[in-house]
């Protein structure tokens, strides 16, 4: 009895403590918001960085969306473009097929529900056999799904006629459309023309979407049976949990959050092709999660964010560019993951004169 | 005859994943980390060759054995600097970024040292090809010396690992790293041994990848080292003879897939093959598959 | 994540935030700004390098006469990994450097969707290699290189007026839009020409290996092979055929310039490939000749492949443009754009790839020239 009360009260404390870091996390999305939307309309913004606001949306939805299958489950996903790509390309046609006419941030909408359907649906479609799988062999699945999706998305030409959709996978020919049809996705050639809907207010408010189903998801009864089979599998089977059914719903719902993700990255470029989906963009992914701490979704979107803006930001180095990305992302990675780094910057920490006590507990 | 010709070059090409895989598979059955940048270290190799080829004019046993070293010594100057101070990193994953971090550093250096386009391999194998039935099936010395130097490389490193002192340390460590450090194994000069004779490996691949298609660019080893790290798994990772079959499979069957399917989703052929195996096979047609324990 | 990480990130993120938010300042007004984009690293890393090297040998030798106008021209590349996003992101980084004419992009993707920009801001763009149709599909759009459609059927059109073969086999790179469009356009066009397509096989992403093309080519009896892609998988191509002993004719496009210029490349291996380019490094006019030589000094003795030339009369083009206009650096961009739209379609320029006019639809008309490779030179056909 004593002990069921006390129980209940560290689960109450640490689910405290889980919500103060999780409205810190919505605080810190809104306050970038604000401050970003002012220098805007200020107009005390360069254009890169406007340019950058909404991609910067697109990997940081990209990159919590991913860290609900990396952090929870501990298994590490390889194909997370694929379903970006699967977003994007859905959303795309549908937007340039239908709904001309209608208001931009209902067509916005409309494309976001239609990406993210479809990819969640590829979620599900790959993650039942895929889940059956682990480590390293879950990986390497995971990145043939994403190159399997690319190279057939490829090959498919789409158009839509006033007697409805066409499908051909040889070429532009075989679409047989009507005198009024229009050729939508046509092959390697891509989608170009996809109006522009995207907006940095659109990117925020699902980022904040985003945030409460994965935060929501991940402190929920199904998150924390499947951070239990992460911790020890056997344990968690033996008393029963059903792991694969918990497994399946985090990653599709990851792949669907992925799907919306391709949906506002390809209604900000006039020009969509598959290249941009190949496993460098899943690894690029990776690396936001991995960086900003696996399971951590604050890191997660300081790390896409800091990432996006870097190569950018070293324009000025020229051909030097991507050699310091490199070195800057080895030596993050040191920084932060390498237990001799970490036992250093504590020394340092309990030196300061400010310096908190050495922890004891978990951190968020 | 023209499938024993698509058989042929399958194998050829797959010969040359197979040899890429075994390095792959090596560092991953004794330092347990995927090293992406293993695909760079190749074209490192065959850059290293070519420059010895053409700009000293080398011999060509003289411009592999210094390729070799060169990569020998990169390998094990990445271990030491990027990979060493992760190993006892809360999560494996922290290494295989890292891992990343110097697949885009090596291309990236080689970008600003040989520029971006591609340069034509000079042609190291003066073997003779061979011609069967009556000249209807041509054999390229290329692929007889590639399958030979594979074969060769997979069973001596199978001796090494199971016959010799230094072949039973990484052993010990790829069973269990800490056990095999309080029987006295040396676990930093075992994981060290494993990326110079990885790396080594990667220099001959590179200059045999090189001769069978002669071009060389900065980006050379990305996508044939992704090719082979699915060889790995396929022929379950960890195991070298499944790292051979799995490059030799891989190697049939994208082509036979080109040749009877269609060249526009050669990939994903590849690549759902491999999806199968997986399903039915979880661990790899030669991995093994260990059950936990509490 | 660990505080102390916490802290140094959101230091580091506010820094890098302040430095990019702080506004362009003023811009001299007496020099033109011309920005360049490109693929400068990545696989296609060699044509926008070519580009950036083309357009800075026009650069410098227009700013030795005088510049344009009387002004000098500031020309600045900027990388975009033959990727839509980076491509975007590199317009906006030229925006901020006060670029008032772009020339670029060098890639098709990447160039429609910077065109969309360069459509919203009315600045003109003017793309030395971007072939897709779409590429140019604004009034503020020009183009030095053919299109697509136009290499696609002026292939087909010379084969069959020439006579030189009638069962072709394509080999073409299936994710790459340039060789997707092209053979899209040769297959449509051929039969016109009585020609007969026997074989169509693509290969993916950095393939290496072309047995399967090339068999299914060979056991289809093709006489000759159709390549619409860029020089170095060609390169491989031509080896495994000779390989193989398989002996067809060749005809390739502008991307199979450069085949003789990739270092140790056994020239004798491409005796006889045609190509339909518009420039080759040893033609023997004196422009080419003056080219060539000013190429090679200043990249260390490479040799210029057509993205260079391109990229060289593009610059000329923008200066003759803007000399019909008499547009002067302190015009606003979209002024300057208004008054280079109507000054295209007056100039004609005689450049490395041809003499050319202009329309209003943004291509350019020159003559295409077809060479053949002979003794590991160009001669035209």
């Known amino acids: 009895m004593n002990q069921n009360n006390q129980s209940a009260e560290i689960i109450k404390k640490i689910q405290s403590s889980t919500r103060r870091g999780n409205l810190i996390t919505y605080g810190i999305v809104l306050a970038a918001y604000i401050v970003m939307q002012s220098l805007v309309s200020t107009g005390h913004i360069s254009s890169l960085l406007k340019g950058l606001l909404v991609p910067v949306c697109v990997y940081v939805i990209a990159a919590v969306s991913l860290n609900l299958v990396v952090g929870i489950s501990g298994e590490l996903s390889l194909g997370h473009a694929g379903f970006m790509c699967v977003g994007a390309y859905a959303s795309s046609f549908f937007t340039n097929a239908y709904g001309d006419g209608l208001p931009n941030w209902f067509r916005l909408i409309l494309a976001i529900i239609v990406g993210a359907a479809a990819a969640g649906l590829f979620g599900i479609l790959i993650g039942v056999p895929v889940l059956r799988l682990k480590g390293d062999y879950l990986a390497i699945v995971t990145l043939a799904f994403g190159e399997i999706i690319k190279n057939l998305i490829n090959v498919l030409y789409a158009g839509v006629d006033s007697n409805g959709i066409h499908i051909s996978t040889k070429s532009a020919m075989d679409l047989n459309m009507g005198p009024d049809g229009k050729q939508i996705i046509k092959g390697a050639l891509g989608i170009s023309g996809t109006p522009r809907l995207s907006t940095f207010t659109a990117g925020v408010v699902l980022i904040i979407i985003t945030l409460f189903i994965v935060q929501n998801l991940m402190n929920s009864r199904a998150g924390r049976a499947i951070m239990s089979t992460r911790d020890n599998r056997i344990a968690a089977e033996s008393i029963g949990i059903p792991v694969t059914k918990y497994k399946l719903l985090a990653f599709a719902v990851s792949a669907a959050l992925a799907g919306a993700a391709g949906v506002l990255y390809s209604h900000n470029l006039a020009s969509l092709s598959t290249a941009k989906f190949d496993y460098n963009t899943s690894i690029l992914v990776l690396v936001f999660v991995v960086l900003g701490g696996i399971g951590n979704i604050r890191g997660s979107i300081i790390a896409a964010v800091i990432l996006t803006v870097l190569p950018e930001m070293l324009r000025g180095l020229s051909a030097y560019r991507m050699l310091i990305y490199a070195v800057i992302l080895i030596a993050m990675m040191l920084f932060n993951w390498a237990p001799a780094a970490i036992s250093w910057r504590e020394r340092m920490m309990e030196r300061l004169p400010f310096g908190r006590k050495k922890r004891t507990g978990e951190e968020d | 005859m023209s499938f024993i010709t698509y058989l042929k070059d399958g194998i050829s090409l797959g010969a040359v994943y197979a040899i890429i895989a075994l390095g792959y598979t090596m560092v991953y059955g004794i330092a347990k980390m995927l090293n992406f940048a293993h695909g760079d270290v190749i074209m490192v190799g065959a850059y290293v060759a070519l420059m010895m080829l053409t700009k000293t004019g080398a011999p060509p046993i003289a411009a592999v054995l210094v390729s070799m070293a060169a990569c020998t010594l990169l390998g094990i100057t990445i271990e030491m600097v990027a990979y060493r101070p992760l190993r006892k990193a809360s999560s494996s994953l922290a290494v295989l970024i890292t891992a990343i971090g110097v697949s885009y550093l090596l291309q990236n250096l080689a970008l600003l040292i040989f520029g971006a386009g591609g340069k034509t391999f000079v042609n190291v194998v003066s073997f003779p090809s061979v011609s069967l039935a009556d000249g209807q099936l041509n054999i390229s010395g290329t692929t007889i010396v590639t399958i030979l130097v594979s074969v060769i490389i997979m069973v001596s490193l199978t001796l090494f690992v199971n016959k010799t002192k230094p072949g039973h340390a990484m052993l010990a460590v790829s069973e269990d790293r800490d056990a095999a450090q309080l029987m006295g194994v040396n676990v930093n000069a075992t994981i060290s041994l494993t990326f110079a004779i990885g790396s080594g490996l990667a220099a001959v691949a590179g200059v045999l990848l090189c001769s069978a298609y002669p071009i060389v660019s900065p980006y050379t080893g990305a996508m044939p080292g992704i090719k082979a790290f699915t060889a790995a798994v396929f022929g379950g990772i960890g195991s070298i003879p499944g790292a051979m079959l799995g490059g030799i499979l891989l190697g049939v069957i994208e082509v036979l897939g080109k040749a009877y399917i269609s060249t526009q989703v050669a990939d994903a052929i590849v690549f759902g093959v491999l999806i199968v195996v997986l399903l039915v096979k979880p661990s790899g047609l030669f991995g093994k598959n260990i059950q936990e324990k509490v | ?381």
């Not at chain 3, 580091?12 to 007004?29: G, I, K, R, T």
């Not at chain 3, 069959?160 to 066009?189: C, M, R």
């Not at chain 3, 610059?315 to 208004?338: F, L, N, Q």
């Open chain 3, 1 to 381: 994540m660990k505080k102390w990480t916490r802290l140094i990130s959101v230091t580091a993120a506010a820094a890098m935030m302040a430095s990019l938010v702080a506004p362009a300042s003023v811009f001299a007004d007496d020099v033109f700004v011309i920005g360049g984009i490109g693929p400068l690293t990545g696989g296609a890393a060699a044509y926008g390098t070519a580009v950036e090297n083309g357009a800075k040998v026009a650069v410098e030798e227009i700013n030795a006469a005088g510049g344009i106008n009387g002004a000098q021209i500031d020309f600045r590349m900027e990388d975009d990994v033959h990727n839509q996003e980076t491509s975007v992101n590199a317009y906006n980084t030229l925006k901020d450097q006060g670029m008032q004419v772009l020339l670029g992009t060098v890639t098709s993707a990447p160039c429609i969707a910077v065109l969309a920009e360069a459509i919203n801001d009315n600045m003109f763009l003017l793309t030395p290699s971007g072939t897709a149709v779409e590429a140019i599909a604004g009034d503020n759009a020009f183009r030095v290189c053919f299109s697509d459609p136009n290499q696609g059927t002026k292939s087909a059109e010379y084969i069959g007026d020439h006579q030189l073969a009638t069962k072709i086999g394509i080999i073409y790179k299936g994710d790459d839009p340039y060789s997707v469009g092209i053979t899209e356009n040769f297959t449509a066009e051929a039969p016109n020409h009585g020609l007969e397509i026997v074989s169509s096989e693509a290969f993916l992403g950095d393939s290496t290996d072309f047995g399967t093309q090339l068999n299914a080519a060979k056991n289809a009896g093709a006489e000759m092979i159709f390549l619409p892609i860029y020089y170095e998988p060609a390169s491989l191509i031509l080896k495994q055929a000779a390989d193989m002993d398989y002996h067809p004719s060749y005809f390739g496009c502008d991307g199979l310039d450069g085949l003789l210029a990739i270092e140790n490349f056994d020239t004798s291996l491409a005796e006889g490939v045609m190509l339909l380019t518009p420039f080759t490094p040893n033609a023997e006019d004196e422009l080419t000749q003056k080219f060539v030589a000013a190429y090679k000094e200043a990249n260390d003795g490479l040799v210029p492949i057509q993205f260079a030339a391109d990229a060289y009369d593009g610059i000329y083009a923008i200066k003759a443009a803007m000399e019909d206009a008499g547009v002067t650096p302190d015009m606003s961009v979209s002024d300057i754009c208004e008054a280079l739209k109507v000054s295209m379609q007056n100039i004609t320029l005689e450049g490395l790839t041809g003499t050319i006019t202009w329309g209003a639809d943004g291509e350019p008309n020159k003559e295409p020239k077809a060479v053949v490779i002979t003794d590991g030179e160009y001669v035209p056909m």
